[in-house]
């Protein structure tokens, strides 16, 4: 059983940044971070393989977000900048069994969420 633990969110003002961590029981899956809004559909933030070489990111959040990891610690990050008030949400990581996807539905593991609140 692959166990995922968030941590790091909070309440941030807009233009400000925050790392978000997920702790991973393993470090061998390609991982995901998804969002979920009040009223919304949880969607596709990044994702980033398990050697790292493969890194996506959702048009809304290019250039501003960064993903990463450290396998030695088995942790994966999410680096935010330029935070908007539309970025408030629940944070997931998840893990694939099946290589990386933009798609919730194609990851097995998730955390338990981390909520980032962005004031205007």
């Known amino acids: 059983q692959v166990q995922l633990v968030e941590s790091g969110g909070g309440l941030v003002q807009a233009g400000g940044s925050l790392r978000i961590s997920c702790a991973a029981s393993?470090?061998?899956?390609?991982m995901g971070w998804f969002r979920q809004a009040p009223g919304k559909e949880r969607e596709f933030v990044a994702l980033i393989t398990w050697a790292g070489f493969r890194i996506n990111y959702a048009d809304s959040v290019t250039g501003r977000f960064t993903i990463s990891r450290d396998n030695a610690k088995k942790m994966v990050y999410l680096q935010m900048n330029s935070l908007k008030p539309e970025n408030t949400a629940v944070y997931y990581c998840a893990a694939s069994l099946n290589g990386p996807s933009r798609i919730s539905n194609d990851y097995a593991y998730w955390g338990q969420g981390t909520q980032v609140t962005v004031s205007a």
């Open positions: 393993v470090a061998n899956y390609a």
